[in-house]
Antibody, heavy 127, light 108 residues
Framework: QLQLQESGPGLVKPSETLSLTCAVA??????????WGWIRQPPGKGLEWIGS???????SYNPSLTSRATMFVDTSRSQFSLSLTSVTAADTSIYFC???????????????????WGRGTLVTVSS | EIVMTQSPVTLSVSPGERVTLSCRAS??????LAWYQQRPGQSPRLLIH???TRATGIPARFSGSGSGTEFTLTISSLQSEDFAVYYC??????????FGQGTKLDIK
């Protein structure tokens, strides 16, 4: 059964870099079929997509993060990671890792919906 | 960026009732819409993708409909475990993927 588990520091100082890893249990990461993403949720608020990465390392990010986000995938270790630089209090959130599943209409490019989520990890930005 | 607007923000209902949640997209998104349920302290769970396709293991009391800019999620007979926050999510155009602000179902 596939599981995703986030790990990383729960407290980061302002202006520093937030680094998280998502471990993927099961054999999904051996497949080129999925994309792997990060979504965050400020406590008590809604969801914000941060970005995603493919099996080959192709990335896409939310423009609102103004190039602060970087994602990497390590299929040999069945994990992927997120780095977010120059954090402020506004980056305090629960961070979820997730799997994106493709849907194809005919032979065109796929559309990617999120089908599985990790449990999430709270990251607080504070001095 | 496609803005997703859900209504109502909060809905107070009784167990056994039928409820319909709405989601509107600021641009046409075909049927590239998903619905998620988030219980307190848990991560979101996929209910519906492709606007109307139930995910694996989701009870038949959950149904989705719509296309273009207007979508609905209907729960035919509310169970106690259904009181949660529901989010819609468009995956038609990215980056970024976007979510609605959520609809919270409260027990009346």
């Amino acid at each position: 059964q596939l599981q995703l588990q986030e790990s990383g520091p729960g407290l980061v100082k302002p202006s520093e870099t937030l680094s998280l890893t998502c471990a993927v249990a099961g054999d999904s990461m051996r497949s080129t079929y999925y994309r792997w993403g990060w979504i965050r949720q400020p406590p008590g608020k809604g969801l914000e997509w941060i970005g995603s990465v493919s099996h080959s390392g192709d990335t896409s990010y939310n423009p609102s993060l103004t190039s602060r986000a970087t994602m990497f995938v390590d299929t040999s270790r069945s994990q992927f990671s997120l780095s977010l630089t120059s954090v402020t209090a506004a980056d305090t959130s629960i961070y979820f890792c997730a799997r994106q599943h493709p849907y194809y209409y005919g032979s065109g490019s796929p559309y990617w919906y999120i089908d599985l989520w990790g449990r999430g990890t709270l990251v607080t930005v504070s001095s | 960026e496609i803005v997703m607007t859900q209504s109502p923000v909060t809905l107070s209902v009784s167990p056994g009732e039928r409820v319909t949640l709405s989601c509107r997209a600021s641009q046409r998104i075909g049927i590239n819409l998903a619905w998620y349920q988030q219980r307190p302290g848990q991560s979101p769970r996929l209910l519906i993708h492709g606007a109307s396709t139930r995910a694996t293991g989701i009870p038949a009391r959950f149904s989705g409909s719509g296309s273009g800019t207007e979508f609905t999620l209907t729960i035919s007979s509310l169970q106690s475990e259904d009181f949660a926050v529901y989010y819609c999510h468009q995956y038609n155009a990215w980056p970024p993927y976007t979510f609605g602000q959520g609809t919270k179902l409260d027990i009346k």
